[in-house]
């Protein structure tokens, strides 16, 4: 399950491969650093507007900030029998995401 600590690693993560500094990428969205702080360690929520501005000035797709190596650990909590429901609603949240993406390219 995607929780905002998992959230906030995934942008720590990506902020720090694209080489910005929490500052710096606080200056690129609007945020004070001590906001991406508290995002980076799960405190603080992150709003649909704020995951597109940060995916933007990291260089990513919002998508990419929204996956989880947890994924799987889903399937196998499940209730038997709904493992399968689970995982094709998981498949098309990562298809309706990928269209997205795809969608904003082109326009």
Do not use: C
């Amino acid at each position: 399950m995607l929780t905002e600590r998992i959230l906030g690693r995934n942008i720590e993560r990506a902020r720090q491969y694209s080489g910005l500094s929490q500052s710096e990428l606080a200056n690129l969205i609007g945020l004070d650093r001590s906001a991406i702080s508290r995002i980076e360690s799960g405190e603080r929520r992150v709003d649909s507007i704020e995951l597109v501005n940060i995916a933007r000035a990291l260089g990513i797709s919002e998508s990419s900030l929204l996956k989880t190596e947890e994924t799987e650990i889903l399937y196998l909590r499940a209730p038997e029998g709904e493992q399968e429901e689970i995982k094709q609603q998981v498949e098309w949240v990562n298809d309706f995401l990928e269209k997205y993406e795809f969608l904003k390219e082109i326009t």
